[in-house]
């Protein structure tokens, strides 16, 4: 079973920027695919970033150059820069990975493993 730990959300000023980081309790090298979703209130999971074992990337088109998504396979965590934080970016931020292929990587359900969780406010 894979655990998820989400750290680093809190509140900023737009134009701001945080790091989120994501420790997982396996070897993530070993994970097809992890990445960072988000959910405003009153809304569905939506996908902000992934990154798969070869180390590709996809950023929904809201967030393109001004989040980065990264995974340091030594110390098994995932990250998500996010700079030029703008007051739409609010919300929860949650971790999620992926163990085996699968053909499309956008849904919320196509990932086994989800961390608790952590807020990102920005005003």
């Known amino acids: 079973h894979v655990q998820l730990v989400e750290s680093g959300g809190g509140s900023v000023q737009v134009g701001g920027s945080l790091r989120l980081s994501c420790a997982a309790s396996?070897?993530?090298?070993?994970?097809?695919?992890m990445a960072w979703f988000h959910q405003a209130p009153g809304k569905d999971h939506e996908l902000v970033a992934r990154?798969?074992?070869?180390?590709?990337?996809w950023y929904r088109d809201s967030v393109k150059d001004r989040f980065t998504i990264s995974k340091d396979n030594a110390k098994n965590t995932l990250y998500l820069q996010m700079n030029s934080l703008k007051s739409e970016d609010t919300a929860m931020y949650y971790c999620?990975?992926?163990?085996?292929?699968?053909?499309?990587?956008?849904?919320?359900?196509?990932?086994?493993?989800w961390g608790q969780g952590t807020q990102v406010t920005v005003s």
């Open positions: 999620a990975a992926r163990a085996g292929n699968y053909y499309n990587l956008l849904p919320h359900y196509a990932y086994n493993y």
């Open positions: 396996v070897d993530t090298s070993s994970l097809y695919c």
């Open positions: 990154i798969d074992r070869a180390g590709t990337t």
